[in-house]
């Protein structure tokens, strides 16, 4: 299926949305990616990403209450549609399987 | 306190980004902003916002136009030029006043941008001109001041054949001119000698012939097609044999198209190179390829490629640095220029016939943008003046939903439209002025100003943003007009900035026609200076006629017996009219030598021009075939050898170059032997083993035009083939001055084109200022003002910006010419409070006499009919 597919960093977007739940917007997934994976990426990365992933049906967004804080402009909300949750199943689904397969000596020993 | 992102970018945000998205993206981006600059500092937090802002722009954040919004806003630009006429005829008095003001100063747009669109056209035709250069040297004796030439010497040429580089080499010699015959034909002609490589390397035409081979041989010519036409009518050329140029033959092996207009290569024919250096050498002259023989020979060469030019360069200077060392005080340093940087170029000596020196452009050019922006600031005031009456419809406008752009769209256009209308006028104006332009002739312009239709586009252009940039400012301020409070109340609307703006827009005005006016006073009186100027001899009504081979002697006997010819000398050239001929001298010690400048005179030329004497004796009459070894010299000789004074310089001798020693037989006082931009050289008069040129006559008549003709008459019965050239001493001298009255003329025209917008701006002015304070002033005559003190309390902010403007101009004129202009010449006035406080003096005039009848007009109306009318 066309667009099924979703990149890495797509990927971890998505994940920050799902866990953020109600307070998923552009800004705050910056933080989330940050605090999470260590990673600054900026907003124009992560505004573009959304957008593609708007476009590929994975995420949907609405505008929410106007805050004092940004001089009363309204932030845009995303939430995670179905689409979006069936591919990160799927591909939790194939790494799993992926390790399943690898024998666990190899990791052995191993810190991070 | 929130501190907010630069509102400049978020500007620009707002402007590319779509609507949906906007309000979101615009507050993470705030947001972000915040943070940083708590985090991080304020000037990271502004850098990031302006990068942020930047790196958003992007296919899927810019606005999209949708075909919908384009029919929309041209449907509102036509709705726009609909109101623009509207409003253009509804104030019909202001529209005339912007519209000439604009028309005026664009025809000298105009101008420009066609004198510049010919100018670009030079030498254009030659094919290979980006490989084309010109070599020119440069000339520095001891320490005066380095003069660039258009001609090098022949060595030159030489040397550069030989390098790699170097496709081809022309070498030319001018002041190929003389008398052809053809049969029973004989006519003068002007031309070049040129080398072989000529019509290779340049792209005239050829009609008949082979280019490659024709100036190959000796004794060969190549003619223009008028030449042709002169010579032998409607046959061919090819083949048949002239006598010219030394009593030489000359066969025929070309016919080339008559150069362009646009060429600075200007001839009637091209003898072959080889001839020239055949004979000379024939001659046992073999002086042609020295290294200082610079002055009549030009150089170009075709290079294989022109990024190659570099390489030449460098050989060049190698080869400068090596020949110099056999000179001492003195260096020749050749160097290329490229063919398009001729025309229009700096300012050489020897050039060919036509030059255009680019100084003159770059002022013209200043001074038009000038003028031009004088008047929109004209437009620019009474539009901001105006701008309390369109407030209401600024306010219905806004109301019904037109977004700010939008408005100011709108009288954007408004102007636009404007001076599209002026430019038309501007076009029939231009044709009006281009042939007094063109009479200025003394710039020796070779263009035409001919107006192509393709013009048009630029000139378009040209009003178009001439319109926006009038326009501009008053469209900002009309645009921030509130929609309520124009509604309500108009009264309670703030101007931005109104007065003071205006104020200066007006002082600008002002200034530069004063400036100009200044610049005119100046320029006539060190015009008229430069002309009357004692010499230190006589000029007055010495006639100078040319010999043109003729026996000198005999036309000097011929003349002298007509009555009302009191004296008559003959001389080889005329002085202090920008000609001089040069060599050098040394006195005892053979290293140190100087040179000097020289006449070839009879004995009577001394007494004929009353040269003042003192000490020695005049040349006596040489019977032929006898050579003479007296010289006479003025005192700057003296004071450069150390002779001591007059008495006692009498026998000293000299040593002149190639001539050997001579000895000082009389000494004169220093006179003005060049233009009076330069100061004084040691001089030599001498006399002449060869005829004489020309013949000086000074006459005295009651009926200068019958004694005219009786010199023609005499002249004809001698020489029947060349016209009888003649002219006044005193005329030469005004004709070398003749830069100074096209400068004169230019800058004369401009003050009356800034005088007429400023007084046009002025006027408008008043009235609009007059009608907004009628109430006032009614009011205030019925309280008792007398009508003086209203006059004097309205006109006072204009005398203010009049005084302050005429200041202004004093200092920038007065800097002007005192450090620039006139620090160049030897001999100059000294400027005065008169010559600076004419412009303010002429301003004054003027505005009093445009306010003072409109003012008059209002503050005598009856107080009575005015308020009963608000």
Same mark, same amino acid.
């Given at each position: 299926?066309?667009?099924?597919?979703?990149?890495?960093?797509?990927?971890?977007?998505?994940?920050?949305?799902?866990?953020?739940?109600?307070?998923?917007?552009?800004?705050?997934?910056?933080?989330?990616?940050?605090?999470?994976?260590?990673?600054?990426?900026?907003?124009?990365?992560?505004?573009?990403?959304?957008?593609?992933?708007?476009?590929?049906?994975?995420?949907?967004?609405?505008?929410?209450?106007?805050?004092?804080?940004?001089?009363?402009?309204?932030?845009?909300?995303?939430?995670?549609?179905?689409?979006?949750?069936? %591919?990160?199943?799927?591909?939790?689904?194939?790494?799993?399987?992926?390790?399943?397969?690898?024998?666990?000596?190899?990791?052995?020993?191993?810190?991070? | 306190?929130?501190?907010?992102?630069?509102?400049?970018?978020?500007?620009?945000?707002?402007?590319?980004?779509?609507?949906?998205?906007?309000?979101?993206?615009?507050?993470?981006?705030?947001?972000?902003?915040?943070?940083?600059?708590?985090?991080?500092?304020?000037?990271?937090?502004?850098?990031?916002?302006?990068?942020?802002?930047?790196?958003?722009?992007?296919?899927?954040?810019?606005?999209?136009?949708?075909?919908?919004?384009?029919?929309?806003?041209?449907?509102?630009?036509?709705?726009?030029?609909?109101?623009?006429?509207?409003?253009?005829?509804?104030?019909?008095?202001?529209?005339?006043?912007?519209?000439?003001?604009?028309?005026?100063?664009?025809?000298?747009?105009?101008?420009?941008?066609?004198?510049?669109?010919?100018?670009?056209?030079?030498?254009?035709?030659?094919?290979?001109?980006?490989?084309?250069?010109?070599?020119?040297?440069?000339?520095?004796?001891?320490?005066?001041?380095?003069?660039?030439?258009?001609?090098?010497?022949?060595?030159?040429?030489?040397?550069?054949?030989?390098?790699?580089?170097?496709?081809?080499?022309?070498?030319?010699?001018?002041?190929?001119?003389?008398?052809?015959?053809?049969?029973?034909?004989?006519?003068?002609?002007?031309?070049?000698? %040129?080398?072989?490589?000529?019509?290779?390397?340049?792209?005239?035409?050829?009609?008949?012939?082979?280019?490659?081979?024709?100036?190959?041989?000796?004794?060969?010519?190549?003619?223009?097609?008028?030449?042709?036409?002169?010579?032998?009518?409607?046959?061919? %050329?090819?083949?048949?044999?002239?006598?010219?140029?030394?009593?030489?033959?000359?066969?025929?092996?070309?016919?080339?198209?008559?150069?362009?207009?646009?060429?600075?290569?200007?001839?009637?024919?091209?003898?072959?190179?080889?001839?020239?250096?055949?004979?000379?050498?024939?001659?046992?002259?073999?002086?042609?390829?020295?290294?200082?023989?610079?002055?009549?020979?030009?150089?170009?060469?075709?290079?294989?490629?022109?990024?190659?030019?570099?390489?030449?360069?460098?050989?060049?200077?190698?080869?400068?640095?090596?020949?110099?060392?056999?000179?001492?005080?003195?260096?020749?340093?050749?160097?290329?220029?490229?063919?398009?940087?001729?025309?229009?170029?700096?300012?050489?000596?020897?050039?060919?016939?036509?030059?255009?020196?680019?100084?003159?452009?770059?002022?013209?050019?200043?001074?038009?943008?000038?003028?031009?922006?004088?008047?929109?600031?004209?437009?620019?005031?009474?539009?901001?003046?105006?701008?309390?009456?369109?407030?209401?419809?600024?306010?219905?406008?806004?109301?019904?939903?037109?977004?700010?752009?939008?408005?100011?769209?709108?009288?954007?256009?408004?102007?636009?439209?404007?001076?599209?209308?002026?430019?038309?006028?501007?076009?029939?104006?231009?044709?009006?002025?281009?042939?007094?332009?063109?009479?200025?002739?003394?710039?020796?312009?070779?263009?035409?100003?001919?107006?192509?239709?393709?013009?048009?586009?630029?000139?378009?252009?040209?009003?178009?943003?001439?319109?926006?940039?009038?326009?501009?400012?008053?469209?900002?301020?009309?645009?921030?007009?509130?929609?309520?409070?124009?509604?309500?109340?108009?009264?309670?609307?703030?101007?931005?900035?109104?007065?003071?703006?205006?104020?200066?827009?007006?002082?600008?005005?002002?200034?530069?026609?004063?400036?100009?006016?200044?610049?005119?006073?100046?320029?006539?009186?060190?015009?008229?200076?430069?002309?009357?100027?004692?010499?230190?001899?006589?000029?007055?009504?010495?006639?100078?006629?040319?010999?043109?081979?003729?026996?000198?002697?005999?036309?000097?006997?011929?003349?002298?017996?007509?009555?009302?010819?009191?004296?008559?000398?003959?001389?080889?050239?005329?002085?202090?009219?920008?000609?001089?001929?040069?060599?050098? %001298?040394?006195?005892?010690?053979?290293?140190?030598?100087?040179?000097?400048?020289?006449?070839?005179?009879?004995?009577?030329?001394?007494?004929?021009?009353?040269?003042?004497?003192?000490?020695?004796?005049?040349?006596?009459?040489?019977?032929?075939?006898?050579?003479?070894?007296?010289?006479?010299?003025?005192?700057?000789?003296?004071?450069?050898?150390?002779?001591?004074?007059?008495?006692?310089?009498?026998?000293?001798?000299?040593?002149?170059?190639?001539?050997?020693?001579?000895?000082?037989?009389?000494?004169?006082?220093?006179?003005?032997?060049?233009?009076?931009?330069?100061?004084?050289?040691?001089?030599?008069?001498?006399?002449?083993?060869?005829?004489?040129?020309?013949?000086?006559?000074?006459?005295?008549?009651?009926?200068?035009?019958?004694?005219?003709?009786?010199?023609?008459?005499?002249?004809?019965?001698?020489?029947?083939?060349?016209?009888?050239?003649?002219?006044?001493?005193?005329?030469?001298?005004?004709?070398?001055?003749?830069?100074?009255?096209?400068?004169?003329?230019?800058?004369?025209?401009?003050?009356?084109?800034?005088?007429?917008?400023?007084?046009?701006?002025?006027?408008?002015?008043?009235?609009?200022?007059?009608?907004?304070?009628?109430?006032?002033?009614?009011?205030?005559?019925?309280?008792?003002?007398?009508?003086?003190?209203?006059?004097?309390?309205?006109?006072?902010?204009?005398?203010?910006?009049?005084?302050?403007?005429?200041?202004?101009?004093?200092?920038?004129?007065?800097?002007?010419?005192?450090?620039?202009?006139?620090?160049?010449?030897?001999?100059?006035?000294?400027?005065?409070?008169?010559?600076?406080?004419?412009?303010?003096?002429?301003?004054?005039?003027?505005?009093?006499?445009?306010?003072?009848?409109?003012?008059?007009?209002?503050?005598?109306?009856?107080?009575?009919?005015?308020?009963?009318?608000?």
């Amino acid at each position: 299926m066309k667009g099924s597919n979703i990149g890495e960093f797509e990927e971890l977007v998505l994940l920050c949305i799902a866990s953020l739940g109600e307070e998923a917007y552009s800004v705050s997934i910056c933080d989330e990616l940050l605090r999470v994976t260590g990673r600054k990426s900026k907003l124009g990365v992560v505004h573009s990403v959304l957008n593609r992933l708007n476009e590929k049906g994975m995420v949907k967004s609405h505008l929410g209450e106007p805050t004092q804080e940004r001089g009363g402009r309204r932030k845009r909300f995303f939430e995670v549609t179905h689409a979006g949750k069936v %591919a990160l199943l799927k591909v939790k689904e194939q790494r799993e399987r992926l390790w399943q397969s690898i024998p666990p000596l190899i990791f052995e020993g191993i810190k991070i | 306190m929130m501190t907010n992102p630069p509102r400049w970018a978020d500007r620009i945000l707002e402007w590319y980004c779509r609507d949906e998205i906007l309000e979101d993206l615009q507050g993470d981006l705030h947001e972000i902003f915040r943070k940083n600059a708590r985090e991080k500092g304020l000037f990271r937090a502004r850098l990031t916002y302006i990068v942020d802002v930047i790196k958003f722009f992007r296919f899927y954040t810019i606005k999209q136009f949708k075909p919908d919004s384009i029919m929309q806003a041209l449907i509102l630009l036509f709705s726009y030029w609909k109101t623009s006429l509207r409003n253009i005829t509804r104030t019909k008095l202001f529209s005339l006043i912007n519209l000439s003001g604009l028309a005026i100063s664009m025809s000298t747009g105009i101008l420009m941008i066609v004198l510049l669109a010919e100018i670009h056209q030079f030498d254009m035709m030659h094919e290979k001109r980006d490989r084309i250069f010109r070599v020119i040297n440069t000339f520095k004796n001891g320490n005066d001041a380095a003069e660039p030439c258009a001609s090098t010497s022949p060595l030159v040429a030489q040397k550069l054949a030989g390098l790699d580089a170097v496709d081809k080499v022309v070498l030319m010699r001018r002041n190929a001119s003389g008398d052809f015959q053809f049969e029973d034909k004989t006519i003068p002609l002007g031309g070049f000698w %040129a080398s072989t490589d000529f019509l290779d390397v340049f792209s005239f035409e050829v009609l008949e012939g082979d280019p490659q081979t024709a100036l190959r041989d000796p004794n060969t010519i190549v003619l223009t097609e008028t030449t042709s036409q002169k010579l032998f009518g409607n046959e061919s %050329a090819l083949g048949k044999s002239l006598h010219g140029l030394n009593d030489n033959l000359y066969t025929v092996t070309a016919v080339v198209k008559d150069p362009p207009l646009y060429s600075h290569l200007q001839f009637d024919f091209l003898a072959s190179f080889i001839t020239f250096e055949e004979a000379r050498r024939a001659q046992g002259d073999e002086s042609l390829y020295d290294w200082s023989n610079m002055w009549m020979y030009y150089t170009y060469i075709l290079l294989n490629d022109a990024a190659q030019k570099t390489r030449v360069d460098q050989f060049l200077e190698k080869t400068n640095q090596e020949q110099n060392t056999r000179y001492e005080n003195t260096s020749y340093s050749a160097s290329l220029q490229a063919l398009t940087d001729i025309v229009p170029g700096p300012n050489l000596s020897n050039q060919t016939r036509t030059r255009v020196n680019i100084n003159m452009i770059w002022i013209l050019l200043a001074l038009s943008v000038i003028v031009v922006l004088s008047a929109c600031f004209n437009y620019t005031n009474l539009s901001i003046a105006r701008s309390l009456g369109r407030a209401r419809e600024v306010g219905i406008r806004k109301v019904i939903g037109a977004s700010r752009g939008q408005v100011l769209t709108q009288f954007v256009m408004e102007a636009i439209v404007f001076s599209l209308f002026a430019m038309i006028l501007a076009l029939g104006l231009f044709f009006l002025i281009r042939p007094y332009f063109l009479s200025i002739g003394e710039f020796d312009l070779p263009v035409n100003l001919d107006f192509k239709i393709w013009y048009l586009v630029p000139v378009t252009a040209f009003a178009v943003m001439t319109g926006f940039m009038a326009g501009f400012l008053p469209s900002l301020v009309l645009s921030k007009i509130k929609a309520i409070i124009a509604l309500k109340d108009v009264t309670r609307i703030r101007l931005f900035s109104g007065i003071n703006l205006r104020m200066v827009l007006m002082v600008f005005q002002f200034t530069i026609a004063m400036a100009m006016i200044i610049a005119t006073v100046i320029s006539y009186r060190q015009y008229r200076f430069a002309v009357n100027f004692d010499l230190g001899y006589d000029t007055e009504n010495v006639l100078n006629i040319k010999a043109q081979g003729n026996d000198s002697r005999k036309l000097a006997l011929e003349f002298s017996r007509i009555p009302g010819v009191q004296a008559v000398s003959r001389s080889i050239m005329i002085p202090s009219t920008g000609d001089s001929w040069g060599n050098y %001298a040394k006195h005892v010690d053979p290293a140190d030598s100087t040179i000097y400048n020289y006449n070839l005179v009879d004995e009577n030329y001394l007494t004929l021009h009353n040269f003042t004497f003192l000490a020695g004796s005049n040349f006596k009459e040489l019977p032929d075939g006898s050579v003479s070894r007296e010289i006479i010299v003025n005192e700057e000789m003296l004071r450069r050898f150390d002779l001591g004074d007059p008495i006692e310089a009498i026998g000293k001798q000299l040593t002149l170059l190639d001539e050997g020693a001579y000895q000082i037989t009389g000494v004169v006082a220093d006179f003005q032997f060049k233009t009076i931009d330069s100061g004084n050289r040691p001089f030599v008069f001498k006399q002449s083993t060869e005829d004489y040129a020309i013949i000086n006559l000074k006459l005295r008549s009651r009926d200068m035009q019958q004694l005219m003709g009786q010199l023609q008459d005499t002249w004809k019965q001698i020489d029947q083939v060349h016209p009888f050239e003649a002219e006044f001493f005193d005329d030469r001298i005004e004709e070398a001055y003749a830069e100074y009255t096209s400068i004169i003329k230019i800058v004369g025209f401009l003050s009356l084109l800034s005088i007429s917008i400023s007084i046009l701006g002025l006027l408008g002015m008043t009235i609009y200022l007059t009608q907004s304070r009628l109430r006032e002033i009614s009011i205030r005559k019925i309280l008792g003002a007398s009508e003086s003190s209203l006059a004097l309390q309205l006109s006072r902010t204009f005398l203010g910006a009049i005084i302050v403007s005429g200041v202004i101009a004093a200092g920038i004129t007065y800097y002007f010419f005192e450090v620039r202009f006139l620090s160049n010449f030897a001999h100059r006035i000294n400027i005065g409070i008169l010559d600076l406080g004419s412009g303010l003096i002429i301003i004054s005039l003027i505005a009093l006499c445009t306010m003072g009848w409109h003012l008059i007009k209002v503050v005598r109306a009856n107080p009575a009919t005015i308020l009963r009318s608000e």
